[in-house]
C-alpha cells in the first residue's frame, strides 16, 4: 500500500470539502477525512499524529451535536457517538505514550461537553477520570474536575455523591494547605505561594459551606452541626477574619432542625447575598423543602 498517495488524496479531499458551503455537510466530510487521514497514520504507526488528526474529527463531531442540540434536531446522537469514540482513541495513544496531561484535557473536554448536553451522569464519569490523571502533579486542576463533577451531581440530583465530592475536595485541599504554608520560600517565590494559599483557603471554605447546607437540606443535622465545627477551626487557622457565616448557619440549622419556617426566612435575608451561586442552588433546595421559593 502506497501511504504516502494514500495521505495525499485525502488531504486534497479534505481541502476540497472545507470550500464546501453547507456547513453540516461541510464539517462531517471533513471529520470523515481527518478519520481516513488518522487510519493511514495508524497503518505508519505515526501515532501522535493519529492522536491529533482524531481529535480535530472528534472536535468536529462535538460541535455537530452540540450545533443540533442548540435547535433541537431530533437525532439518534450519532455525532456524540463519534465524538466520544474519537477521544477516547485518542487518550487511550496518550496515555500509552505517557502523555497523561494531553489525555487529562481530553477527559475534562468531553466532560465539558457533555455537560452541555445535559448528558450529566457521563459527564461526571469523566471530570473524575480527568481528575485522576493531577493526584500527583497538580492538586489545583484535581480539585478543578472535582468540583465540576459535584455541580453535575447536584443537578442531577446525585445527594449522596455530591457529599462524597465535597468531602474528596475538603480532604484535599487539607492536604494541601498545610504543605505550602510550611515551605520555605524565596521573596521571589513568597507572593505567588500566598496567592495559592489564599486559593485553596477559599476552596476549603467554600466547599464546606456548601456540605453543611447539603446536610440540612438531607436533614442529618448532627453532621451538618460537625461540620460547621470544623468551618469554625479552618477559619481560625486559616486566620479568616469574618467567621460570622458559622453562627448565621448555626441558626439555621436550629431553624431547620425545628421546622420553623419565620426563622428561615429570616435568616435567607443574612445569607444569600453571601453565598457562591452552587451555594444559592443548595439553599434554594432548604427553602423548597419548605414550600418557600423566593424572598
Keep these: 500500500v502506497n501511504f504516502t498517495d494514500a495521505a495525499e488524496e485525502f488531504k486534497q479531499l479534505l481541502n476540497l470539502v472545507k470550500k464546501s458551503s453547507n456547513r453540516t455537510i461541510n464539517n462531517q466530510y471533513c471529520a470523515f477525512c481527518c478519520l481516513a487521514l488518522s487510519r493511514v497514520d ?36 450519532e455525532f456524540l457517538t463519534e465524538a466520544i469514540n474519537c477521544y477516547l482513541f485518542a ?33 461526571i464519569e469523566y471530570f473524575r477520570k480527568s481528575s485522576e490523571f493531577h493526584v500527583k502533579d497538580s492538586q489545583l486542576n484535581e480539585i478543578n474536575c472535582l468540583q465540576e463533577a459535584s455541580h453535575c451531581s447536584l443537578l ?3 445527594y449522596m455523591l455530591t ?12 492536604l494541601v494547605i498545610p504543605i505550602l504554608s510550611s515551605q520555605k520560600t524565596s521573596i521571589e517565590t513568597l507572593a505567588v505561594e500566598s496567592n495559592f ?32 465545627g470544623l468551618l469554625i477551626e479552618d477559619t ?26 419565620e426563622a428561615i426566612q429570616e435568616i435567607a435575608k443574612e445569607l444569600w447575598c453571601l453565598f457562591t451561586p452552587r ?13 418557600y421559593v423566593t424572598f
Excluded at 68 to 73: A, E, L, P
Excluded at 163 to 174: P, R, V, W
Design 91 to 123: 487518550i487511550k495513544i496518550y496515555v500509552e505514550n505517557k502523555k497523561t496531561a494531553l489525555a487529562s484535557s481530553l477527559y475534562f473536554e468531553m466532560a465539558t461537553c457533555l455537560k452541555e448536553l445535559n448528558k450529566l451522569a457521563e459527564a
Design 236 to 261: 481560625k487557622r486559616l486566620k479568616i477574619e469574618d467567621d460570622s457565616i458559622s453562627y448565621v448557619l448555626q441558626d439555621l440549622i436550629f431553624a431547620a432542625e425545628a421546622r420553623d419556617l
Design 156 to 158: 442531577l440530583g446525585d
Design 197 to 228: 494559599v489564599i486559593g485553596y483557603s477559599k476552596i476549603l471554605i467554600e466547599t464546606r459551606i456548601s456540605l453543611i447546607l447539603l446536610y440540612i437540606y438531607l436533614r442529618e443535622f448532627e453532621k451538618a452541626g460537625d461540620s460547621i
Design 42 to 77: 495508524h497503518a505508519q504507526k505515526i501515532v501522535l499524529r493519529e492522536a491529533s488528526l482524531l481529535i480535530e474529527a472528534g472536535s468536529i463531531f462535538w460541535d455537530l451535536q452540540l450545533l443540533q442540540n442548540s435547535v433541537s434536531i431530533p437525532s439518534f446522537e
Design 279 to 291: 451555594q444559592y442552588q443548595i439553599f434554594l433546595l432548604i427553602l423548597n423543602d419548605f414550600q
Design 163 to 174: 457529599q462524597e465530592l465535597f468531602n474528596i475536595i475538603i480532604q484535599q485541599t487539607c
